[in-house]
């Protein structure tokens, strides 16, 4: 019953639409000789009895004002240049029938008027001004006359063609209408029907629906406490190593052994950031601290330093823009770990891209602040841009190991701060991931809170 009610559907639908593909294959060929046949033609012609009126009188003007010649001469060649172009754009489109007759017209009487317009200027030109101003009144009004009558005559042909396919348009239309409401009254019962039979067999998949999100929300919670364990957890190993290389750093007396060292301390000192902000995002149940606030220049050259060496190895080239002077609204161990994922999927799947680059840029929109990874990777497949924030989704290019973690988190940590996520990407022209915080004031606004001076303007702030 529910295959036999879905094929009345589907083979209503189809004639339907069969129907609505004959109508607007009728229609688009009358709209389509409106479009390039009558509008055209009465368009062009139109233009050119504009330009015979005009050649007309810069003729009459060019024999009675001999001071003006020079000037007129350019009006008068100008108008007759137009006349010809409309006349021919006009002969060269299709004609309609009993339009030929009038297309010889036009022809003829624009070729008479043309002559007549030469032979008085040159009269004039040869200062016989009265044998001028004779052709004028003799030949050249008399030749005007007969091409502006060929040409309205040619023009109404032309429109009333086209009040005529208007009118096809409109029956067409009509009629496919009362046909489309009715065949499209029997898809309605029948898809009712269809409906009907269909919800009895949803209810179930939607209680089997159900069970499956709850239990990936269970276990999405049960992720971020265990998360907020492991982050309590290593804390302490965190602390220990760090004061262990300070003091082997204090101790050290051999410069290339102080200079790790400090990468290494640098490198604890971002790890336990970023470790303390997620312990306590997850405590505060995924609520963001409201008097938190980062500044960025700092935080991103350190962190370009400690992707160095990974960049390095991989033979990638790790760049920023000028960073603009603005804090945002999260802790610094939250920041770290938004742009720290983004930079390492972007080593990690760079692959064999043969230009190895990876760029930082920060922009300021309104009360956000935008950060962008660009990279010069293979891209992203289209099919997998929806999920790519999703909970344990994986890229699966170059072998890169991994959960499926990193992403998600950014998206987690951005949205929990009142920001938001996106990516843009050619595949094989790599991509751009990014991520908006609320900005939290400009350094100056922030060094200077509390003395009543007002800001610079954005310009002296950007430079």
Known sequence: MLALAFAAVVGSFLVTNLLVQRSSAAVGALSESIIHNSAPSIEHLA???RAVLETELALSRFIHEPQLRPELGRTLETASARVKQGTYEYLSLPSYPG??????????????????????RELAESNEGAEASAMFGQQVEPAARRVLEDISRASELNAVRGRELAADIRETRRQTLWLSIGLTSVCVLLAVIVAWL??????????????????????????????????????????????AAELALRKSVD??????????????????????ALLDFARSGARPDPGARTELRTVIADLLGGFAAEAEQAGIELQSEPVPPV????????????????????????????SRRITLRLSEAGAFVRTEVIDTGPGIAPEKLPVLFELYFRGQRGGADGLGLGLATVKKLAEGHGGRVGVSSEWGKGCTFWFELPRAGSSWELLHEGEGAPPPSRTELTH
């Not at 269909?198 to 709850?214: C, E, K, M, N, V």
């Not at 999260?330 to 720290?340: I, R």
């Open 198 to 243: 269909l919800h009895r067999q949803s209810r179930a998949r939607r209680a089997l629906f159900d069970a499956h999100t709850r239990a990936l929300e269970m276990r999405a919670a049960e992720l971020e406490q265990f998360a907020g364990r492991v982050a309590h957890d290593i804390r302490n190993p965190l602390s220990a190593a760090r004061m």
């Open 47 to 49: 233009v050119a009895r």
């Open 99 to 120: 339009e030929q007759v009038l297309w010889l017209d036009v022809q003829k009487s624009w070729v008479q008027f043309d002559n007549a317009v030469q032979q008085a």
């Open 255 to 276: 410069e290339a052994s102080s200079h790790s060292l400090q990468r290494v301390i640098r490198s604890l000192s971002r790890a336990d950031a970023i470790t303390t």
């Open 327 to 354: 804090f945002v609204a999260c802790s610094t161990g939250v920041y770290l770990s938004l742009l720290g994922n983004l930079v390492r999927n972007a080593i990690k799947y760079m692959g064999d891209a043969p």
